[in-house]
C-alpha cells in the first residue's frame, strides 16, 4: 500500500473510532441515567408538579430543571450561597482608591481579579489588552476656570478637586476636575451664555430670544441629558466653548432650606465635582469599527469623531460665582436653578472690562486597558456564551458607579465556583466580563465585540449587564430586547424579596408593587448607557441593563447626587444607600438566576409573545408621532404593518409546534434554540442609519439628542426628523425616509423567515 495512502486509512479509521466512541457516550448521555436504564419522559405530563425534576436525567452531576422551572436545585443553592457580607467586603476592596481607566490603580484591580477569579474555580481567566485612546488631565497644569477684572487681575479660581470630609486631602489615585475627551484650548471672553441643560431644544429657545451662540462660551446645568450630547449641542450652534456644572436644583434641592448633604444625607455638597466622558461614539476614537490591536489602522487626531471645542466642569460653589457676574435679562422661569442667586442669559458680563478664561489642558495619549474574562465551560453546548458584564473603572472611588454591581459580579462568581464543586456544571459555557475603560465610552466592550465580530454572532446567545447594582433601593429598573423578557420575570418570582419587612415574599412582588420608571414592567430604553451597547447596536444579542433605582413619583434625578465625584465612597454605601447589602444581594440572585435559567435550559426560556407586542408598540408610536406628516407625503407604514401581521403568525405557529414536542432531540433542541437566538440579529443592517452609520441596529437605537434614551426604529426616526425638520422641498430627506421604512419592513421580513418551520422553505 502507498505510504501516505496507508497514513490516510489510518487516519481514517482513527476518525471513525473516535466518531463511534462520542456516538456511544451521546447515546448514554442523552437516552438513560446512571440509576436507570429506563430513557427520560420529555412528556410534560409525565411530571406531577412544577418544580420536579427529571431524575431520568443527570448531566455531568447536574440536576436537570423540567418544565416551568428554569432553575432546578442549583437554582436555589445559588440563592443559599450567595452572602452579602461578601459583597460588602468586595466593595470595600473595590473602593479602597480611584481606579480610573489607564492608571496602575486600574491595573492593579484588573490582576486581582484574574487571580481571584482562577482561585475561585473558572476554568480559564485570561487579561485581554486593547491599546486605546484615553483622555487624562494634565497634573502638572490642571483645568480651570478664571475670573479677571478690567486690569487682567485674577479674581476667581476654580477649585480643581472637593473638600475632603475627614480633613485628609485626596492621593493621586482621584483625578482633578476634567471632562474626558474635551480638547486642551484656552478660550478668553466677556461673553457668557446661559443655555439651562444644554438640550438641542435650549439651544433653540436661547437663539429665539435674539441671543446668538456662535463664538461665544455657553454654561449649561448637568442632568437631563447625557454631557457629551451637551458638548454637542454647542458645536452645532457654533459655541466657542462650554462649561457644565451641578445646580442645586438636581443634587441639592434642600439646600436653599438648609438641608444637609452628604456625609449626613446623599445631597452633593457644595464641592462636589462631577467627571466624565463627553464623547459621543462608543469605542476607541482612533479605531471605528475595528479593535485597537497591534498594526491596526489609527485615524488622525483631526478626524477623530470627538469633540472640537474646549469644555470643563464645576461645582456649584464655583458656578455661583460665575452666574452671579452674568448680565442680561433673566432666564425664563422654568430655567431657574436653586442658586441663591438670579440667573441671567448673558452674553455680556455684567462688569464691564471683566472677562473669563476657560483653560483646558488635558492630554490625549494611546494606553492599554484590560478586560478580565472568565468563563465555565459549558458540558453540552460549550459554543454557545451567556455573559454577565460589568465594567470595572471609575472616575473616582466608584461605590455606586461600577463597583456596587462590581462586588456582586464578584460574589457570583465565587458562588458559582462553589456549585461547580458540588457537581454542577452548565449545559451552555458562562462567560464573566469585567471591562476596561467603561467610563470613556464602553472601550473595552467596543472593542472586543469588535475584534471577535464573527465568533460573538455565532456564540453569544445573551448578553446580561449590570452597570451599578444600587444607586437607591426603591424598587428595580430593568430593561430588556424582547427575548429576555420572559426569564427576567420568572427569575424574579424566585428571587427572594430584599426586605421582608416590607411585606413582600418575592423580589416578582416587590417590583410589581411598587411604581416604576415606566408604564411597562420591562422596558426597551437599552440606549446607549453602559457595556451593552454594542452587543445590541453592533451584533444583536438579546440584552438586559438592570438597577436597583428612585422613586420617580417623589424624586427626579437624571443622575444621582454624588455620581462621578469623589463623595462616591464606600461610606457613602454602608451608612445610607445598602447598609446591610440586602437589595445588591437581590440583584444578585437575580442575575444568578438568570444565568442558569438561559445555560441550563434545554429549549431558550424565549417568548415570541413578547417579540410581537414590542413590534406593535414600536409602529403605534411611529404612527403617533409621524402618521399625519406621512400621511400629508404619501408614504405608507402599511407594508410594515402588514409584515409585523404576518411575523406575529409565524411565531405563534412556532410557539405551538414547541408546545406539541414531547420528546426533543439533541439536535432538534439545538436548532430551535438558534431560530430564537437568531431573531433580534435581523435587525442588524451592515449600512446603519443613513446619518449615524456607526448604529447598526434598525429596530432598538438611541435619540439622536440624547445618547441616555432609546428609540425603536431609530434609524426611521432619524431620517423623519430630518425631514420633518428641513426647510424647502426636501425631495432627498423624504426618499431616506421611504427608504427606512422599506428596510425596516425588510428586517421584520428577515426575523419572519428566520422562525419559519425549518422543515420548510
Given at each position: 500500500?502507498?505510504?501516505?495512502?496507508?497514513?490516510?486509512?489510518?487516519?481514517?479509521?482513527?476518525?471513525?473510532?473516535?466518531?463511534?466512541?462520542?456516538?456511544?457516550?451521546?447515546?448514554?448521555?442523552?437516552?438513560?441515567?446512571?440509576?436507570?436504564?429506563?430513557?427520560?419522559?420529555?412528556?410534560?405530563?409525565?411530571?406531577?408538579?412544577?418544580?420536579?425534576?427529571?431524575?431520568?436525567?443527570?448531566?455531568?452531576?447536574?440536576?436537570?430543571?423540567?418544565?416551568?422551572?428554569?432553575?432546578?436545585?442549583?437554582?436555589?443553592?445559588?440563592?443559599?450561597?450567595?452572602?452579602?457580607?461578601?459583597?460588602?467586603?468586595?466593595?470595600?476592596?473595590?473602593?479602597?482608591?480611584?481606579?480610573?481607566?489607564?492608571?496602575?490603580?486600574?491595573?492593579?484591580?484588573?490582576?486581582?481579579?484574574?487571580?481571584?477569579?482562577?482561585?475561585?474555580?473558572?476554568?480559564?481567566?485570561?487579561?485581554?489588552?486593547?491599546?486605546?485612546?484615553?483622555?487624562?488631565?494634565?497634573?502638572?497644569?490642571?483645568?480651570?476656570?478664571?475670573?479677571?477684572?478690567?486690569?487682567?487681575?485674577?479674581?476667581?479660581?476654580?477649585?480643581?478637586?472637593?473638600?475632603?470630609?475627614?480633613?485628609?486631602?485626596?492621593?493621586?489615585?482621584?483625578?482633578?476636575?476634567?471632562?474626558?475627551?474635551?480638547?486642551?484650548?484656552?478660550?478668553?471672553?466677556?461673553?457668557?451664555?446661559?443655555?439651562?441643560?444644554?438640550?438641542?431644544?435650549?439651544?433653540?429657545?436661547?437663539?429665539?430670544?435674539?441671543?446668538?451662540?456662535?463664538?461665544?462660551?455657553?454654561?449649561?446645568?448637568?442632568?437631563?441629558?447625557?454631557?457629551?450630547?451637551?458638548?454637542?449641542?454647542?458645536?452645532?450652534?457654533?459655541?466657542?466653548?462650554?462649561?457644565?456644572?451641578?445646580?442645586?436644583?438636581?443634587?441639592?434641592?434642600?439646600?436653599?432650606?438648609?438641608?444637609?448633604?452628604?456625609?449626613?444625607?446623599?445631597?452633593?455638597?457644595?464641592?462636589?465635582?462631577?467627571?466624565?466622558?463627553?464623547?459621543?461614539?462608543?469605542?476607541?476614537?482612533?479605531?471605528?469599527?475595528?479593535?485597537?490591536?497591534?498594526?491596526?489602522?489609527?485615524?488622525?487626531?483631526?478626524?477623530?469623531?470627538?469633540?472640537k471645542i474646549p469644555a470643563h466642569t464645576l461645582s456649584y460653589n464655583d458656578a455661583r460665582k460665575l452666574l452671579v457676574n452674568m448680565g442680561g435679562p433673566e432666564v425664563p422661569q422654568s430655567w431657574k436653578g436653586k442658586l441663591n442667586i438670579t440667573y441671567r442669559m448673558g452674553p455680556k458680563l455684567a462688569r464691564e472690562g471683566w472677562t473669563l478664561k476657560l483653560e483646558v489642558n488635558n492630554v490625549k495619549k494611546l494606553l492599554p486597558t484590560y478586560n478580565v474574562i472568565g468563563m465555565i465551560?459549558?458540558?453540552?453546548?460549550?459554543?454557545?456564551?451567556?455573559?454577565?458584564?460589568?465594567?470595572?473603572?471609575?472616575?473616582?472611588?466608584?461605590?455606586?458607579?461600577?463597583?456596587?454591581?462590581?462586588?456582586?459580579?464578584?460574589?457570583?462568581?465565587?458562588?458559582?465556583?462553589?456549585?461547580?464543586?458540588?457537581?454542577?456544571?452548565?449545559?451552555?459555557?458562562?462567560?464573566?466580563?469585567?471591562?476596561?475603560?467603561?467610563?470613556?465610552?464602553?472601550?473595552?466592550?467596543?472593542?472586543?465585540?469588535?475584534?471577535?465580530?464573527?465568533?460573538?454572532?455565532?456564540?453569544?446567545?445573551?448578553?446580561?449587564?449590570?452597570?451599578?447594582?444600587?444607586?437607591?433601593?426603591?424598587?428595580?429598573?430593568?430593561?430588556?430586547?424582547?427575548?429576555?423578557?420572559?426569564?427576567?420575570?420568572?427569575?424574579?418570582?424566585?428571587?427572594?424579596?430584599?426586605?421582608?419587612?416590607?411585606?413582600?415574599?418575592?423580589?416578582?412582588?416587590?417590583?410589581?408593587?411598587?411604581?416604576?420608571?415606566?408604564?411597562?414592567?420591562?422596558?426597551?430604553?437599552?440606549?446607549?448607557?453602559?457595556?451593552?451597547?454594542?452587543?445590541?447596536?453592533?451584533?444583536?444579542?438579546?440584552?438586559?441593563?438592570?438597577?436597583?433605582?428612585?422613586?420617580?413619583?417623589?424624586?427626579?434625578?437624571?443622575?444621582?447626587?454624588?455620581?462621578?465625584?469623589?463623595?462616591?465612597?464606600?461610606?457613602?454605601?454602608?451608612?445610607?444607600?445598602?447598609?446591610?447589602?440586602?437589595?445588591?444581594?437581590?440583584?444578585?440572585?437575580?442575575?444568578?438566576?438568570?444565568?442558569?435559567?438561559?445555560?441550563?435550559?434545554?429549549?431558550?426560556?424565549?417568548?415570541?409573545?413578547?417579540?410581537?407586542?414590542?413590534?406593535?408598540?414600536?409602529?403605534?408610536?411611529?404612527?403617533?408621532?409621524?402618521?399625519?406628516?406621512?400621511?400629508?407625503?404619501?408614504?405608507?407604514?402599511?407594508?410594515?404593518?402588514?409584515?409585523?401581521?404576518?411575523?406575529?403568525?409565524?411565531?405563534?405557529?412556532?410557539?405551538?409546534?414547541?408546545?406539541?414536542?414531547?420528546?426533543?432531540?439533541?439536535?432538534?433542541?439545538?436548532?430551535?434554540?438558534?431560530?430564537?437566538?437568531?431573531?433580534?440579529?435581523?435587525?442588524?443592517?451592515?449600512?446603519?442609519?443613513?446619518?449615524?452609520?456607526?448604529?447598526?441596529?434598525?429596530?432598538?437605537?438611541?435619540?439622536?439628542?440624547?445618547?441616555?434614551?432609546?428609540?425603536?426604529?431609530?434609524?426611521?426616526?432619524?431620517?423623519?426628523?430630518?425631514?420633518?425638520?428641513?426647510?424647502?422641498?426636501?425631495?432627498?430627506?423624504?426618499?431616506?425616509?421611504?427608504?427606512?421604512?422599506?428596510?425596516?419592513?425588510?428586517?421584520?421580513?428577515?426575523?419572519?423567515?428566520?422562525?419559519?418551520?425549518?422543515?420548510?422553505?
Amino acid at each position: 500500500m502507498d505510504r501516505r495512502l496507508g497514513a490516510a486509512f489510518a487516519a481514517l479509521v482513527g476518525v471513525f473510532g473516535l466518531i463511534c466512541a462520542i456516538e456511544g457516550n451521546l447515546k448514554n448521555h442523552f437516552s438513560a441515567s446512571p440509576e436507570s436504564d429506563e430513557p427520560c419522559p420529555y412528556d410534560k405530563s409525565n411530571v406531577a408538579e412544577r418544580g420536579q425534576y427529571c431524575q431520568g436525567r443527570r448531566d455531568l452531576g447536574r440536576d436537570k430543571p423540567f418544565g416551568d422551572d428554569y432553575f432546578g436545585r442549583f437554582g436555589d443553592e445559588l440563592i443559599e450561597e450567595m452572602d452579602a457580607l461578601n459583597i460588602e467586603n468586595n466593595l470595600r476592596y473595590l473602593t479602597s482608591q480611584g481606579h480610573m481607566a489607564g492608571t496602575k490603580q486600574d491595573l492593579e484591580q484588573a490582576e486581582y481579579l484574574r487571580k481571584l477569579w482562577l482561585e475561585q474555580g473558572l476554568d480559564q481567566v485570561e487579561l485581554q489588552p486593547y491599546e486605546v485612546q484615553l483622555s487624562h488631565p494634565n497634573l502638572a497644569k490642571p483645568n480651570k476656570v478664571y475670573l479677571m477684572d478690567e486690569e487682567g487681575q485674577v479674581k476667581f479660581t476654580s477649585t480643581i478637586i472637593e473638600e475632603p470630609i475627614d480633613g485628609v486631602e485626596y492621593d493621586e489615585s482621584i483625578p482633578p476636575a476634567f471632562l474626558a475627551f474635551a480638547p486642551a484650548g484656552t478660550v478668553v471672553t466677556n461673553e457668557l451664555v446661559y443655555v439651562n441643560y444644554g438640550r438641542y431644544e435650549d439651544f433653540l429657545q436661547t437663539e429665539s430670544m435674539g441671543i446668538k451662540i456662535e463664538g461665544r462660551v455657553v454654561i449649561a446645568k448637568f442632568g437631563s441629558i447625557f454631557r457629551g450630547d451637551k458638548i454637542l449641542n454647542a458645536q452645532r450652534f457654533n459655541a466657542s466653548g462650554v462649561i457644565l456644572y451641578t445646580d442645586p436644583r438636581d443634587y441639592h434641592p434642600e439646600s436653599e432650606t438648609g438641608g444637609a448633604a452628604y456625609p449626613h444625607s446623599l445631597w452633593l455638597p457644595g464641592s462636589g465635582i462631577q467627571r466624565g466622558s463627553i464623547v459621543w461614539r462608543d469605542g476607541d476614537p482612533t479605531t471605528p469599527d475595528y479593535p485597537a490591536l497591534d498594526g491596526a489602522y489609527r485615524v488622525p487626531e483631526n478626524e477623530t469623531d470627538t469633540p472640537k471645542i474646549p469644555a470643563h466642569t464645576l461645582s456649584y460653589n464655583d458656578a455661583r460665582k460665575l452666574l452671579v457676574n452674568m448680565g442680561g435679562p433673566e432666564v425664563p422661569q422654568s430655567w431657574k436653578g436653586k442658586l441663591n442667586i438670579t440667573y441671567r442669559m448673558g452674553p455680556k458680563l455684567a462688569r464691564e472690562g471683566w472677562t473669563l478664561k476657560l483653560e483646558v489642558n488635558n492630554v490625549k495619549k494611546l494606553l492599554p486597558t484590560y478586560n478580565v474574562i472568565g468563563m465555565i465551560r459549558g458540558s453540552e453546548e460549550p459554543d454557545r456564551h451567556i455573559m454577565l458584564g460589568n465594567h470595572r473603572d471609575s472616575w473616582t472611588f466608584g461605590s455606586c458607579d461600577p463597583s456596587s454591581a462590581t462586588a456582586v459580579q464578584m460574589e457570583l462568581v465565587r458562588s458559582f465556583g462553589q456549585l461547580m464543586k458540588k457537581g454542577w456544571r452548565p449545559r451552555r459555557s458562562i462567560v464573566f466580563a469585567s471591562w476596561g475603560a467603561g467610563e470613556y465610552g464602553f472601550f473595552g466592550s467596543w472593542e472586543m465585540v469588535e475584534e471577535y465580530l464573527k465568533v460573538l454572532e455565532m456564540r453569544l446567545v445573551a448578553h446580561l449587564n449590570v452597570d451599578l447594582a444600587v444607586i437607591y433601593t426603591y424598587n428595580l429598573q430593568i430593561s430588556a430586547t424582547p427575548l429576555l423578557h420572559k426569564i427576567i420575570k420568572e427569575a424574579t418570582k424566585r428571587t427572594p424579596a430584599p426586605d421582608k419587612s416590607l411585606g413582600y415574599e418575592t423580589l416578582w412582588d416587590h417590583w410589581t408593587d411598587r411604581v416604576r420608571a415606566s408604564p411597562d414592567l420591562i422596558d426597551y430604553n437599552l440606549a446607549s448607557t453602559s457595556e451593552h451597547s454594542p452587543f445590541y447596536q453592533r451584533i444583536g444579542v438579546p440584552t438586559s441593563y438592570m438597577l436597583w433605582e428612585i422613586n420617580f413619583d417623589e424624586l427626579d434625578w437624571s443622575d444621582y447626587p454624588l455620581y462621578h465625584t469623589a463623595f462616591e465612597d464606600f461610606n457613602a454605601m454602608k451608612t445610607i444607600l445598602d447598609p446591610e447589602f440586602r437589595y445588591h444581594l437581590s440583584l444578585g440572585h437575580l442575575w444568578g438566576l438568570m444565568t442558569i435559567g438561559l445555560a441550563d435550559a434545554e429549549i431558550l426560556p424565549m417568548d415570541l409573545e413578547d417579540e410581537i407586542t414590542m413590534l406593535r408598540k414600536m409602529l403605534k408610536g411611529l404612527e403617533d408621532e409621524y402618521g399625519q406628516a406621512l400621511k400629508e407625503r404619501g408614504i405608507t407604514l402599511g407594508y410594515v404593518e402588514s409584515t409585523i401581521n404576518r411575523f406575529a403568525e409565524v411565531a405563534r405557529d412556532f410557539s405551538m409546534r414547541l408546545e406539541d414536542i414531547s420528546e426533543i432531540p439533541p439536535l432538534l433542541a439545538r436548532q430551535l434554540n438558534d431560530q430564537l437566538v437568531m431573531l433580534e440579529k435581523c435587525y442588524i443592517d451592515t449600512e446603519g442609519s443613513p446619518y449615524r452609520p456607526y448604529m447598526k441596529n434598525k429596530m432598538f437605537g438611541t435619540s439622536d439628542f440624547n445618547q441616555y434614551k432609546s428609540w425603536l426604529a431609530p434609524a426611521v426616526r432619524d431620517a423623519l426628523w430630518q425631514a420633518t425638520h428641513c426647510e424647502g422641498q426636501c425631495r432627498h430627506q423624504w426618499q431616506l425616509v421611504e427608504k427606512e421604512i422599506a428596510v425596516l419592513q425588510y428586517i421584520i421580513n428577515s426575523a419572519l423567515l428566520i422562525m419559519k418551520d425549518i422543515q420548510k422553505l
